[in-house]
C-alpha cells in the first residue's frame, strides 16, 4: 500500500541555518504530494504540494521538488526563523483516492535565536 | 475560501459518557471527509472515510461501533466517540475534500477530548 517516510527528529537548527527534512514515498501511479505544519496545539496548515513530477512547490521561504525517479519530495528552506519552530508533516493522495492523506510520522523542527 | 469548522475544539467529558464532535464544510460542498486520530508527538492516523448518504468507510482497527460517523449532508459530518473511555482521549481532526477535486483536502481545527 501507499507510504510515507520521513527524517526522524527532532531537528534543532539556529536561526537563519539551512533546513532539509528528507520525504520518501511508496505508491502506484502518480499520487499527490504534500507538506503540512502544525504549531503547538492547533490543527494542520498546508504548507505547498505538488501534483505532478518535476513540480516544485514554494510557500513561506520554504519548497520541495516532486521527484518521481527518487520517489522524494524533501523540504527546505534556505534560512530558518524562530517562528518556523512546528511539526512538519509529508503527506500523500494516491491516485484516484479523492482527499484521502496518508501521513509521515512528522518531523519536529525547533529553532534556536 | 475552503473552510473547514471542527466544533468543538475542546471537551472534557466522564467515563462512560458520548460525545460528538461536527465537522463542517462552510463554502464548498464536501462528498468526502476523513477522520483523524493523532496521538500526543505521533502522526495522524486515518480512522475513517465518511461519504455522503452512505455508511463510512473504517479503517482497519477502528470499532465501528465506538466511533459512529454520519455523513447527512454535503457539508456536515460528525463523529459520535460512545461509552468513552480514558484511552480514547486523544486529538480528533477531520478534513474535507472538495466533490471531485482529489489533490486536496482541508482541514478542520481538530477537537482534544479528555475522557476523565
Known amino acids: 500500500g501507499n507510504s510515507v517516510t520521513q527524517m526522524e527528529g527532532p531537528v534543532t537548527l539556529s536561526e537563519e541555518a539551512f533546513l532539509t527534512i528528507n520525504c520518501t514515498y511508496t505508491?502506484?501511479?502518480?499520487?499527490?504530494l504534500f507538506w503540512y505544519v502544525q504549531y503547538p496545539g492547533e490543527g494542520l496548515q498546508l504548507l505547498l504540494k505538488?501534483?505532478?513530477?518535476?513540480d516544485k512547490g514554494s510557500n513561506k521561504g520554504f519548497e520541495a521538488t516532486y521527484r518521481k525517479e527518487t520517489t522524494s519530495f524533501h523540504l527546505e528552506k534556505g534560512s530558518v526563523q524562530v517562528s518556523d519552530s512546528a511539526v512538519y508533516f509529508c503527506?500523500?493522495?494516491?491516485?484516484?483516492?479523492?482527499?484521502?492523506?496518508?501521513f509521515g510520522q512528522g518531523t519536529t523542527l525547533q529553532v534556536k535565536p | 475560501g475552503a473552510v473547514v469548522s471542527q466544533h468543538p475544539s475542546w471537551v472534557i467529558c466522564k467515563s462512560g459518557t458520548s460525545v460528538k464532535i461536527e465537522c463542517r464544510s462552510l463554502d464548498f460542498q464536501a462528498t468526502t471527509m476523513f477522520w483523524y486520530r493523532q496521538f500526543p508527538k505521533q502522526s495522524l492516523m486515518l480512522m475513517a472515510t465518511?461519504?455522503?448518504?452512505?455508511?463510512?468507510?473504517?479503517e482497519q482497527g477502528v470499532e465501528k461501533d465506538k466511533f459512529l460517523i454520519n455523513h447527512a449532508s454535503l457539508t456536515l459530518s460528525t463523529l459520535t466517540v460512545t461509552s468513552a473511555h480514558p484511552e480514547d482521549s486523544s486529538f480528533y481532526i477531520c478534513s474535507a475534500a472538495p466533490h471531485k477535486q482529489e489533490t486536496e483536502a482541508f482541514f478542520g481545527q481538530g477537537t482534544r477530548l479528555t475522557v476523565v
Open positions: 505508491a502506484t501511479g502518480y499520487p499527490s
Open positions: 505538488a501534483t505532478k513530477a518535476d
Open positions: 465518511s461519504n455522503e448518504g452512505s455508511k463510512a468507510t473504517y
Open positions: 503527506a500523500l493522495i494516491g491516485s484516484g483516492n479523492t482527499g484521502k492523506l496518508i
